[in-house]
């Protein structure tokens, strides 16, 4: 459980990092509204958490499962 729990602080602080490729970040640094920029960096975190969160609900469903199965 203590290992759930530290890879789960692992992931929730890496969420609040914005990552930028080089090229999108060149165009976007050139603009003087930064609100695409923002938009950029929410888009490339929303599309890195999905599959994060995908495997987190796969690997607590057999978790779950193989408890389960322990107790009968």
Same mark, same amino acid.
């Given at each position: 459980?203590?290992? &759930?729990?530290? &890879? +789960? +602080? /692992? &992931? /929730?602080?890496t969420i609040a990092s914005h990552a930028q490729c080089a090229m999108c970040r060149a165009v976007l640094e050139s603009e003087t509204d930064n609100s695409m920029a923002e938009g950029v960096n929410n888009g490339i975190i929303y599309l890195a958490a999905i599959p994060y969160i995908l495997m987190g609900g796969v690997i607590w469903f057999i978790y779950r499962s193989r408890k389960k199965a322990k107790q009968e």
């Open positions: 459980m203590k290992r &759930f729990i530290s &890879f +789960l +602080l /692992l &992931f /929730l602080v």
